[in-house]
């Protein structure tokens, strides 16, 4: 038999701080932790617990007798709902203090480290309407409002396309205006489904694996370039083409118009096949004089303003000279080695993607970058004694891992190349705290810069110069 969940109410909890993922922390009369998911540090409120562990509560506040100061309005109107803006309930100077506390408690806290005086963060000129890059998904079986359950009508609109509601493989949110991406996504998003219904265009069904319409993915670019993928789950050739070309009408400035037959259990398109329906199949970008082409499977930091503030951090923190060969890691489409080429004497990028190196490789012929060379495998693989016997002992190191860190193989050898200088780059300064720990020994941490690349969220981008000590 199934144990029920016994829930607590606590009563007038001060809220003292903002924490991990993004959730607001006061303390139970017991002295445990609370996470709250909806308040903002200052508030005082009921909380209602919603999860119990040995050391901590996580709970919901259910009344607010004290409103902080530091709260403002949020912008968009499914906050509260959509889990993909947490903060927006809270001054955009305040998210930033947090964000910046969050990463100076992590590197204290989980990699023990003595670390300078953090440089103050760089906040984002644009708090909204900044993402290069939004994902919806399609179902035929949305999220239902407590309004529309509460009234008791026979809903006859199901359809939506939006984003998952957090905890919900299976339930979307549909969306009428996201704050994240600049138009015409917007206007895309609204099209498409208007289409899609009054043309009985089926939308996905994740349970029976079943319906038409899957995913939609929408890159713009800062050259004003728009690029638009619809995920089919079937294979219905009128359809799709019906579809497509209406977009193609409606919308004559995008520019790559891609699709892609999905039939897996899962809707990853890494994969995939990508077919192009009109136009090319990839979109460019462009910083300081380079262009990149980004294609659908491409990664290149989500907000593209963002992203050149944080490149130039990582070139003044590496000091180059022109004499320095440099191992840039997890170097993607190669952004971050091309930024700094002209600085260097040598670059070279590996990357784990074989199409992201392709990418890279066409992207350097493109910006006539001749000291560049590229190399695919997976890091804790390729980066060994070998290789490094024959491309040559870097003086510095650049790492850009994704959220999970690097494998305890790399940090192995990268201390083993023993560099003058690592960069380290971050969007999760909880397993870069981890890394650095295994490297405190041989390194000192000289300068720490966090980025917000992430208005609106808990999230934070973070920046980390290592040199070598001197024993």
Known sequence: MRKSRTRQIFENVAVIDAGAKGK??????????????????????????????????????????????????????????????????????????????EVENNLRRIGHLEIPEITPIIGSDQKYFYRNKMEFSFSDSRWLTQEEINSKSEITDKNAIGFHIPGMWDKILDIKKCHLQSDPSNDIRLEIKKYAQSNELSFFNPRNQKGLLRTLMIRTSSTKE?????????????????????????????????????????????????????????????????????????FYQTNSLQAYELYKVVRKFAGLNKTELVYDLYTGIGTIAQFIAAEASKVIGIEAIPEA???????????????????????KNILNDEFVAVNGRPDIIITDPPRDGMHKDVVRQILEIAPEKIVYVSCNSATQARDLELMKEAYQIKKIQPVDMFPQTHHVENVVLLEKRIH
């Open 24 to 101: 607001a922390i006061g303390k139970a009369p017991d002295g445990r932790v609370i996470f709250i998911s909806n308040a903002v540090p200052g508030d005082v409120v009921d909380v209602c617990t919603t999860k119990k562990r040995k050391a901590y509560f996580e709970g919901v506040a259910t009344t607010f007798h004290t409103l902080s100061d530091k709260r403002t309005k949020p912008e968009c109107e499914h906050f509260g709902t959509c889990g993909g803006c947490k903060w927006q309930h809270m001054g955009y100077e305040h998210q930033l203090f947090y964000k910046q506390k």
């Open 357 to 379: 190196i392709l990418a890279a490789e066409t992207n350097a012929q493109e910006n006539n970058i001749n000291n560049v060379t590229f190399f695919s495998g997976d890091m």
């Open 226 to 298: 728009i690029m638009v993928l619809i995920q089919f789950y079937d294979d219905d050739e009128n359809k799709r083409s019906g579809l497509l070309n209406h977009l193609k009408t409606k919308f004559p400035q995008i520019n790559s118009l891609l699709y892609v037959i999905n039939r897996k259990g899962n809707d990853t398109i890494y994969d995939q096949e990508i077919n192009c329906h009109y136009g090319k199949e990839f979109i460019y970008e462009q910083m300081e004089g380079l262009k990149f082409k980004i294609t659908a499977k491409s």
